[in-house]
């Protein structure tokens, strides 16, 4: 039995996760059998979002980028990222995520730069410039619902300070840890924290995403680029 495949048997003899063995599908053959706790379709879809919207802004294929991912679980997108060709920085502070993670990079030789520990502002990160950073629903954990939304909002525009592109995804007021907010409409407020706490100045939706039932999250890109900019959609809709 490979390293792998005995961390994976590990995962399903000890789950790390109430509902399933793992969060999100970790992509490679040895483990497909564990049982995610997120919608695994879900969990797809919102990769394809990814892709796609990324494809679009590169003319095709993403290749030899520069990707920061804060808050990697056990490394879906970082190592989707890695397989078709990109150096990633990854960061995750659940300490059986990263054992498998860093296992993964060994025995898959894949290019990702693994930290098992919280992103800083102040951290010495290996690339000075990103072309993508994801934070993907990972911004109410590193704010504890409230408690740490300082340390929270500077690691944020750290993040967009060395990232050309942000993907980043959050909901409100469901959820363990959640953001709580009594605006009525919630893609306004979110546009509002981006606003505040980053050095972007464009914004778009690029979808909703339901891991988990009905629970809804908007999925933005971040950017300096106009042409990447939903200022319009959002005066017209209010109840989004």
Avoid at 199 to 222: D, E, P, S
Wanted: hydrophobic share 35%; glycine share 8%; net charge positive.
């Amino acid at each position: 039995m490979s390293v792998l495949q005995e961390l994976a048997q590990k995962a399903k003899e000890q789950p790390i996760e109430k509902l399933g063995d793992i969060y999100h599908p970790i992509p490679f053959e040895e483990f497909s059998g564990l049982k995610t706790s997120s919608n695994h379709k879900a969990v797809e879809k919102k990769w394809g979002l990814i892709k796609s919207t990324l494809e679009n802004i590169y003319g095709g294929e993403i290749k030899g980028k520069k990707v920061l991912d804060v808050g990697a679980n056990a490394g879906f997108y970082s190592f989707n990222f890695a397989k078709m060709g990109n150096a990633v920085t990854s960061f995750e502070i659940i300490e059986r995520y990263s054992e498998i993670a860093k296992a993964v990079v060994k025995e898959k030789n894949v290019d990702v730069d693994w930290f098992a520990e919280p992103f800083k502002a102040d951290f010495n990160l290996p690339h000075k410039k990103y072309d993508v950073a994801l934070l993907l629903s990972v911004y109410q954990w590193m704010a504890e619902g409230g408690p740490k939304q300082d340390y929270a909002n500077e690691s944020l525009r750290k993040i967009s300070e060395v990232s050309d592109y942000l993907v980043f995804e959050l909901g409100f007021n469901k959820g363990k840890s959640c953001i709580k907010t009594d605006k009525f409409n919630h893609y306004k407020e979110l546009i509002r924290l981006l606003e505040e706490n980053t050095t972007y100045t464009n914004f778009k939706l690029i979808g909703k995403t339901r891991l988990w039932g009905y629970y809804t999250r908007f999925l933005v890109i971040c950017s300096n680029n106009p042409e990447l900019e939903d200022a319009g959609f959002r005066k017209f809709v209010r109840g989004l």
